[in-house]
């Protein structure tokens, strides 16, 4: 069995439109397992810099795959591994919802690793 790491990273900004209205973080933030591996998630890490609760999701092909709510002006580690394969060519994406009018900086790590 052979493994390779790969990383969903960055500092986004985002605007609250509700939390119950997530939008999606820009394309930087996808990731599609390659159609001979499966893939396993090994952590996510996220920060908020508002002064609200925001709410990342993770998506696996436009459906919810896991919420990982984040306080105000805080982080969160959430270790992940081996919790279960994702699939190949399956798409992993993130949404943030955060209440009306917040506004910020996400910082995301999410950590995966691929399968043969």
């Given at each position: 069995?052979?493994?390779?790491?790969?990383?969903?990273?960055?500092?986004?900004?985002?605007?609250?439109?509700?939390?119950?209205?997530?939008?999606?973080?820009?394309?930087?933030?996808?990731?599609?397992?390659?159609?001979?591996?499966?893939?396993?998630?090994?952590?996510f890490r996220g920060g908020n810099g508002?002064?609200?609760?925001?709410?990342?999701?993770?998506?696996?092909?436009?459906?919810?795959?896991?919420?990982?709510?984040?306080?105000?002006?805080?982080?969160?580690?959430?270790?992940?591994?081996?919790?279960?394969?994702?699939?190949?060519?399956?798409?992993?994406?993130?949404?943030?919802?955060?209440?009306?009018?917040?506004?910020?900086?996400?910082?995301?790590?999410?950590?995966?690793?691929?399968?043969?």
């Amino acid at each position: 069995m052979t493994e390779s790491t790969r990383f969903i990273q960055g500092v986004f900004p985002f605007e609250g439109g509700g939390l119950d209205r997530p939008a999606p973080l820009p394309a930087a933030t996808e990731y599609v397992v390659p159609r001979d591996k499966r893939a396993q998630l090994v952590y996510f890490r996220g920060g908020n810099g508002s002064d609200e609760l925001i709410v990342v999701t993770l998506m696996r092909d436009g459906k919810t795959m896991r919420h990982f709510p984040i306080g105000a002006k805080s982080s969160v580690h959430v270790p992940l591994a081996l919790v279960e394969d994702v699939f190949p060519e399956s798409k992993l994406s993130l949404q943030v919802a955060a209440p009306k009018g917040a506004v910020g900086m996400l910082v995301i790590d999410v950590g995966i690793i691929e399968v043969n």
